[in-house]
């Protein structure tokens, strides 16, 4: 079992820079890998980036350049750092942690096993 808990999120003006933070508990060493995600009002939940435990990242095409995920050392904590944000970009976003999957899934939400509860992010002047 893997406990995700997100905090960070919050209201920032278009332009502004906001980071995430999701630290994991449980069995932290069973991960393989872990994403962010969001889900805006009446929208899927999309893929935003994706960390693995070898430090090989992936982006969304709307979030590169602009976002960056990265991991302290001990896996215990994975962050999003989310600069030049954009009303566009407003949603609740997700931690989530990728443990049975194959590493083939990972690239879409249905690889990833474990959930946090979630964290708004609105942008808006």
């Known amino acids: 079992q893997v406990q995700l808990v997100e905090s960070g999120g919050g209201l920032v003006q278009p332009g502004g820079s906001l980071r995430l933070s999701c630290a994991a508990s449980g069995s932290i060493f069973s991960i393989n890998a872990m994403g962010w995600h969001r889900q805006a009002p009446g929208k899927q939940r999309e893929l935003v980036a994706t960390i693995t435990t070898g430090g090989s990242t992936n982006y969304a095409d709307s979030v590169k350049g602009r976002f960056t995920i990265s991991r302290d050392g001990a896996q215990n904590t994975v962050y999003l750092q989310m600069n030049s944000l954009k009303p566009e970009d407003t949603a609740v976003y997700y931690c989530?942690?990728?443990?049975?999957?194959?590493?083939?899934?990972?690239?879409?939400?249905?690889?990833?096993?474990?959930w946090g509860q979630g964290t708004q992010v609105t942008v808006s002047s």
């Open positions: 989530a942690a990728a443990v049975y999957a194959p590493a083939s899934a990972w690239g879409s939400i249905r690889g990833y096993d474990y």
